[in-house]
């Protein structure tokens, strides 16, 4: 179980909330010193809803239950520093003034997106993609980068992986997988209907279904038996390649390829200095020296 994340999670889901699902939300926001000392009918006296509303908050937020808000929560006000929120690129502005900001926005949904994956989830998508006889990263627009940089990852450790960005091609693959096979959709809002098709139609097949989507209810999470989220990452209005949401996606490619590798050390280290030796050997010339580029 998580620790943190509670009040990045309440400032994502706000918008998608019931009216008084989003009093409660607003109220834990601005007091969340307070709330987490608050029962739940305390809490829904504060914010003039009720008991029920406070449960359905919960359920909404994808968590396990008003005790696993508040431990969320406090984790969050136990963390040092505030951020600072993410920010846009101006007319004209400095290049220091822009490398600064692209390093705060980074650091931010590095931290954010660590916050919003559910440990439990990520243990079930390791051992189900360290099992698997083939893996097929599926993704579209800038989310086919991170299925890209997945292929290559889990390539070096000798494992079976596939990266499509033809859905067809996807398709016909996925037609044909077999219920030891994996299919990673991933999908930035959740709500690419080729993904979504895709992992549907892999489900179709008994095939394990794993999404990584942007954190809350989505078409594509719900086509899948594992859930992986990122922060969501509030894209300024120049987001070129999808900048937040694409270095998000990225961190948990990175954090499921060093999990499967820890848990198979040994093997990991045989593969990776295989590969790092094939490379090498393209790059010599006849006399056994490095190429000069």
């Known amino acids: 179980m998580s620790t943190t994340g509670g009040i990045v999670i309440l400032k994502e889901m706000l918008p998608k ?3 008084s699902e989003k009093k409660i939300a607003t109220y834990i926001i601005n007091n969340p010193q307070e709330a987490i000392s608050l029962t739940v009918n305390e809490l829904a006296k504060k ?10 908050l919960c359920k909404s937020l994808d968590l396990k239950g008003y005790q696993d808000l508040k431990l969320r ?17 101006q007319p004209n502005e400095s290049a220091n003034s822009i490398i600064k900001k692209m390093i ?36 579209v627009g800038a989310s086919s980068i991170a299925a890209e940089d997945a292929q290559q990852k889990f390539l070096r450790i000798d494992k079976t992986a596939y990266a499509f960005k033809d859905m067809h091609m996807a398709a016909t693959l996925v037609a044909n997988a077999e219920e030891k096979d994996v299919v990673v959709g991933i999908s930035f809002s959740g709500e690419t209907p080729e993904i979504a098709k895709i992992l549907q139609l892999a489900k179709e097949n008994k095939v394990t279904t794993i999404s990584l989507t942007k954190y809350g209810r989505s078409t594509v ?45 040994e093997e990991t280290v045989k593969h990776l200095g295989a590969t790092r030796d094939a490379v090498d050997f393209l790059t010599m010339n006849g006399n056994g020296n490095n190429k000069k580029g």
């Open 47 to 56: 914010s003039a809803t009720s008991g029920a509303a406070v449960i359905r």
């Open 73 to 89: 929560i406090a984790g969050d006000l136990r963390k040092p520093g505030e951020h600072v929120g993410y920010q846009d690129i």
């Open 17 to 19: 909330l019931a009216p």
């Open 104 to 139: 705060d926005n980074t650091i931010q949904t590095v931290r954010e997106t660590a916050d919003m994956l559910n440990k439990d989830e990520l243990q079930k998508a390791v051992d189900i993609l360290r099992a698997s006889r083939r893996i097929h990263f599926i993704g």
């Open 221 to 265: 999470a719900e086509q899948a038996d594992v859930n992986l989220y990122t922060s969501a990452s509030s894209e300024p209005t120049f987001r070129s390649g999808a900048t937040s949401s694409r270095l998000a996606q990225l961190q948990v490619v990175d954090i499921l390829f060093m999990c499967v590798a820890s848990m198979q050390y």
